[in-house]
């Protein structure tokens, strides 16, 4: 059974960074992907982030390149999302997850999320 359990979420003002982290287990990640998602009050889920877990290729959402930055840590089993430039607009229900099937973000492995709060 994969497990995913996010920490590193809480309140920060606009402009600041903050570094969220994953811990996985329960399977091996070698030819899967990693991700964050977030989803916003009122909002539906979006992917921000994923990561390939062997060759650390990464991809992000226009909202966020060149502010976030995602990772993995392979011997620890680590994924990390690396806030910069905050903004208000990234105030959201943080969730790391990972596909069940292959390269499908169809249906996901979800951990319990991490709430971040951007003030203005």
């Known amino acids: 059974q994969v497990q995913l359990v996010e920490s590193g979420g809480g309140f920060l003002q606009a402009g600041g960074s903050l570094r969220l982290s994953c811990a996985a287990s329960?399977?091996?990640?070698?030819?899967?992907?990693m991700g964050w998602y977030r989803q916003a009050p009122g909002k539906e889920r979006e992917l921000v982030a994923t990561i390939s877990w062997r060759a650390g290729v990464t991809w992000y959402a226009y909202s966020v390149k060149g502010r976030f930055t995602i990772s993995r840590d392979r011997a620890k089993n680590m994924v990390y999302l690396q806030m910069n430039m905050t903004k208000t607009e990234d105030t959201a229900v943080y969730y790391c997850?990972?596909?069940?099937?292959?390269?499908?973000?169809?249906?996901?492995?979800w951990g319990q999320g991490t709430e971040v709060t951007v003030s203005s």
């Open positions: 997850a990972a596909p069940k099937y292959g390269a499908s973000w169809a249906e996901n492995y």
């Open positions: 329960g399977r091996t990640f070698n030819g899967y992907a």
